[in-house]
């Protein structure tokens, strides 16, 4: 069996146990994610503190939708990732405070416990082949794709943002997440 | 509605939902349409393109939320999750349990009868099964034979009874064209120990051909569907004796039964 089909096996067996009301399988599947919806989120949202707020609130809809959950709809990584990226948008859209968006997380000195950790091989090894299949994309592909997956923003908003057409615009990401696809199916 | 095959434009649909980038009213209608059209095809897609979507997660800087976090999260899963009940000291059974207990007892009993009484009827379904195979060859057997003797073209040959069985009657259904002998016998007593009756085709030139050995039934009654050997359909009479077992080559005794031919 293939790390990433080990993986993919452990959370699932993770998720049945959320189902049977196991917190120890909540407390692990929260080791084991905690960093890549963190980073998601605090992309999206910008600051630390509503990013742990609502890093808590999606491992909680993990733990509360765990029941529910249907594999063939998708990996359980992807899944947490979905509703990471969905409760962020919503907290962007819904907070009414000015906070200062950090335009390069990196930099950031917070809190403790804002560095991030060391990661597993086979997390490393998704994140280079993500940036290096980004790397391929071409700009007019990649910028519609960044701002509708970490801006919220709608095709509509966008082409207004970019003064494009809107069918161009639609064309772009159908084509960027086509070259996506392609170039990342060994991940999918 | 279903689609059948992915189009470029339902590729577009698909992708500008996996990055969130439909409104919220045209991810209400596109969410629908998977859902409750649950059209596969659209379905396929958008998982695809979502696991696709979610790997951009991998594309931003990691970092790492503070311990508090987890320790709220836990804290609140606890308190969401049921205390176990203690176990209850074993105690002795109440009237009420003892109740129940003979209420499963006798529903497990009627459930045994209940199986065994379908078993019997299904035994009784096959032996009827059985019966009505064997009832629908002889309806259809019958059938041929009905039709066999109402057919225009035969002749019919009456047989008087002679002798001690005066009281018998016999008709053969002649088919000429087919060259074919229909034979019925009624009130004939079943053949002495060591005898039989021997039914002949009696030519109007040459000797008796032997047609059947036979025996009636218990109750008189006997039926024969019997072919006209070849060169044979010019015949003066037919006739039934009583033979020695197991036959004879020659009519050697009485006649039981006799009809001319013409």
């Known amino acids: 069996m293939t790390d990433d089909r080990r993986i993919e096996q452990e959370d699932h067996d993770l998720i049945r146990r959320m189902a049977a009301r196991d917190v120890n399988a909540l407390d692990a599947f929260y080791d084991k994610y905690r960093g890549l919806a963190f980073s998601l989120v605090l992309r999206i949202v910008g600051n630390h503190a509503d990013a742990e707020d609502v890093t808590m609130d999606v491992f909680w809809q993990v733990w509360q939708q765990s029941q529910r959950y249907d594999s063939s709809r998708g990996k359980p990584a992807a899944w947490l990732i979905t509703i990471a990226r969905t409760r962020a948008i919503d907290c962007v859209r819904s907070i009414s405070r000015q906070h200062t968006k950090m335009e390069n997380v990196e930099l950031q000195n917070g809190p403790a416990g804002a560095s991030s950790e060391p990661e597993p091989f086979v997390v490393a090894d998704i994140r280079q082949a993500v940036r290096e299949a980004l790397e391929t994309l071409a700009e007019n592909q990649k910028v519609p794709l960044e701002l509708a997956y970490f801006e919220g923003m709608s095709h509509t908003e966008i082409a207004t943002a970019l003064g494009q057409p809107l069918g161009t615009v639609k064309d772009r990401i159908r084509t960027g997440m086509a070259h996506l696809r392609k170039r990342l199916k060994a991940y999918l | ?262």
């Open chain 2, 1 to 262: 509605m279903r689609h059948l095959q992915l189009t470029d434009e339902l590729q577009e649909q698909a992708s500008l939902y996996a990055v969130g980038a439909l409104s919220e009213r045209e991810t209400a209608d596109y969410v629908r349409h998977l859902e409750t059209d649950q059209c596969e095809v659209c379905r396929a897609a958008a998982m695809e393109l979502q696991g696709a979507a979610s790997l951009l997660a991998y594309s931003v800087a990691p970092a790492t939320p503070s311990p508090s976090v987890k320790a709220r999260l836990m804290e609140q899963a606890r308190q969401s999750v049921p205390a176990e009940r203690p176990q209850p000291a074993l105690r002795r059974p109440g009237w009420f349990e003892w109740v129940a207990g003979a209420v499963a007892v006798g529903a497990l009993a009627a459930l045994f009868l209940v199986v065994q009484d379908n078993r019997a009827l299904r035994r009784r379904e096959d032996e009827l099964t059985s019966r009505i195979s064997q009832l629908e060859v002889q309806l259809v057997q019958q059938r041929g034979l009905i039709a066999t003797v109402t057919a225009p073209q035969n002749r019919v040959i009456d047989l008087a009874g002679q002798g001690t069985n005066v009281g018998a009657r016999a008709r053969i259904f002649w088919d000429q064209p087919g060259m074919n002998w229909v034979f019925f016998v009624r009130d004939l007593p079943q053949a002495p120990n060591g005898s039989v009756y021997q039914l002949w085709f009696v030519p109007k030139a040459g000797m008796p051909v032997s047609a059947k050995v036979f025996n009636t039934e218990s109750n008189g009654l006997y039926q024969l569907d019997i072919p006209l050997p070849g060169g044979l359909n010019d015949l003066k009479a037919a006739a039934v004796t009583i033979e020695p077992e197991p036959g004879q080559l020659q009519p050697t005794c009485p006649f039981a039964l006799l009809g001319a031919g013409e």
